[in-house]
């Protein structure tokens, strides 16, 4: 199925690192995506990380990848109140020939409490 | 400049109306998405353009009419939506359509009532 698992809902206190962890489906996905979305607000990318590595660091972002497993992973270092939002993970998803589309996980709520 | 955008950002309308929703891109992207997305829920694809030319239709009812005048422009045609068309609907647009990362407007807030 096309289903990319994530947990709904994790809060951390302000300054601690979070975690979000996204469980995705399709072997072939050439990359992977992590998505931020404020409330009332579109979808704004964060970071990706191409299939054939296993990390990716981006300033206060570690993206880790274990494609055994099929596990996608987001750290963000000192979370902020401002780090609040839901956090979406893709996977591309091969639709024929070039053509490829976005299969997004059914996000993570973070809360971050001062 | 990043920046995808979208108008109106909310629209209110009834099911016998007729309305268009308007997307816009000038990062030289050749590739433009509507998304429909319901609360607490992740967005869905509608359609994909490429080049200016519809790429993918997921079976998207007919009351809604993509159009994408030119590279820069994707409209989306509405006409006797139903309630449960109420949604977040969002643009997105990506240098070609073979996996690049895409970037999203801010969404239009629509109401069906």
């Known amino acids: 199925g096309e289903d990319v698992e994530q947990s709904l809902f994790l809060s951390v206190r302000e300054g601690d690192s979070s975690v979000i962890n996204c469980t995705y489906t399709d072997s072939s996905s050439t990359y992977l995506y992590w998505y931020k979305q404020e409330p009332g607000a579109g979808l704004q990318l964060l970071t990706y990380?191409?299939?054939?590595?296993d990390m990716k660091q981006d300033q206060r972002l570690t993206v880790l990848l274990n494609k055994k497993d099929k596990h996608l992973s987001l750290r963000i270092a000192d979370t902020q109140t401002g780090d609040s939002a839901i956090y979406f993970c893709?996977?591309?998803?091969?639709?024929?020939?070039?053509?490829?589309?976005?299969?997004f996980g059914t996000g993570t709520l973070l809360a971050v409490q001062p | 400049d990043t920046e995808v955008t979208q108008t109106p950002k909310h629209l209110v309308m009834g099911m016998t109306n007729k309305k268009s929703l308007k997307c816009e891109q000038h990062m030289g992207h050749r590739a433009m998405y509507w998304y429909k997305q319901k609360a607490k829920k992740p967005p869905e694809l509608m359609f994909v353009?490429?080049?200016?030319?519809?790429?993918i239709n997921e079976s998207v009812p007919s009351r809604f009419s993509p159009e994408c005048p030119n590279s820069s422009l994707l409209n989306l045609h509405l006409h006797a939506l139903q309630p449960e068309d109420s949604a977040l609907y969002l643009c997105?647009?990506?240098?070609?359509?073979?996996?690049?990362?895409?970037?999203f407007g801010p969404g239009t807030r629509l109401t069906v009532t």
């Open positions: 990380i191409f299939s054939n590595m």
């Open positions: 353009y490429s080049y200016e030319k519809l790429s």
């Open positions: 997105a647009s990506s240098q070609e359509v073979g996996g690049y990362e895409q970037y």
């Open positions: 893709a996977e591309t998803l091969n639709y024929g020939g070039a053509t490829n589309k976005l299969i």
